[in-house]
């Protein structure tokens, strides 16, 4: 997503790492939408906090900081010793996982992470399959919004009124989103609408997170209580709801 900062413009990916300070970087989100800052995680410790205070948050952005973690912690092991470093490497992975034990995205991208990591033969090696796989889930995270957007476009009209939930944008994934990845590849096509931004009590990440969101991509939008939902739709003034889904039964 672009973000405009002091009237410059820039792309910015909710999580991403910096190898040269072996950093994972987020975006604050709590200081959203009155500040936007880059802030640098030093430790998988430091990264586990991002997690569980909700620095960072949403189904595949913390499934990415917890990869980006778990390659993290990988890479601050010193040593060639196999034994002991697979031993660090469990109290990293429980010490994520603890983060926030109620999630299944950030165990299944430490799975996938060990997993590639199991085929090194030595610690270097494994250090570097570390990180390829976390970089690897990161990218896979973007190019599955990307899909999402492609096939819902089709669902947005102009004209349309549409509703949202919460926050399933970019800021809950590495870019685009899940819930906004359609509105955001209708616009690109050139479809204009609007969108209702429910509050979404008691975190009220609907109006601090989805409508600065939309107010960035420059998307036509408000932010409604979230008892107007209901409201407006017996009113036959919403058209169509997009909300995220990270588990369905």
């Known amino acids: 997503m672009t973000v405009s900062v002091a009237g410059k413009a820039r792309h910015y990916r909710t999580v991403a790492f910096d190898p040269r300070q072996n950093a994972v970087l987020l975006i604050e989100q709590r200081l959203l939408p009155h500040r936007f800052q880059i802030v640098a995680m030093r430790d998988y410790r430091e990264t586990a906090r991002a997690i569980k205070d909700m620095i960072v948050r949403g189904a595949g952005a913390i499934g990415a900081t917890a990869a980006y973690g778990l390659a993290q912690g990988a890479r601050a092991f010193h040593g060639d010793n196999n034994e002991k470093f697979s031993d660090y490497l469990e109290t990293v992975y429980q010490t994520l996982k603890s983060a926030r034990p109620t999630a299944v995205d950030p165990v299944n991208a430490m799975d996938e992470v060990r997993r590639v990591i199991s085929a090194g033969k030595t610690v270097a090696e494994r250090q570097k399959l570390a990180l390829d796989a976390a970089e690897k889930f990161a990218d896979e995270d973007v190019a599955h919004c990307e899909a999402i957007g492609r096939?819902?476009?089709?669902?947005?009209?102009?004209?349309?009124?549409?509703?949202?939930?919460?926050?399933a944008g970019w800021l809950a994934f590495v870019d685009i989103g899940s819930a906004t990845a359609p509105m955001y590849a209708a616009q690109a096509a050139g479809k204009k609408f609007h969108v209702f931004c429910d509050e979404t009590r008691p975190r009220c990440q609907g109006a601090t997170l989805t409508a600065w969101e939309l107010a960035q991509q420059r998307i036509s939008h408000e932010v409604i209580a979230d008892n107007a939902a209901g409201h407006l739709m017996q009113r036959g003034e919403i058209d169509l709801v997009i909300v995220g889904s990270d588990r369905t039964l």
């Not at 096939?151 to 926050?167: F, P, Q």
């Open 151 to 167: 096939h819902g476009a089709k669902l947005i009209r102009s004209g349309m009124n549409v509703l949202t939930h919460c926050n």
